[in-house]
């Protein structure tokens, strides 16, 4: 499963990827911001993570902290 904000899908075809190529392929369907911070299972990964079976990955836009 994949999720950012109120977009969401489940995939079956996405064990064995990495998160930079999941990132990229659905940079526009989902509104993935650059900057977006990848979570697999709820645990920060880099875009090197390569997808398990049963990984629900999540990319999150920090907000911004008042000074």
Do not use: M, R
């Not at 650059?34 to 880099?46: D, K, L, S």
């Amino acid at each position: 499963k994949v999720v950012h904000g109120s977009a969401d899908g489940t995939f079956d075809n996405l064990v064995g990827v990495k998160v930079s190529v999941v990132k990229a392929s659905l940079v526009h369907a989902f509104n993935i911001p650059g900057e977006a911070q990848a979570f697999v299972n709820g645990e920060t990964v880099n875009g090197d993570y390569v997808l398990q079976a049963n990984d629900t990955l999540e990319f999150v836009k920090q907000a911004g902290v008042k000074g």
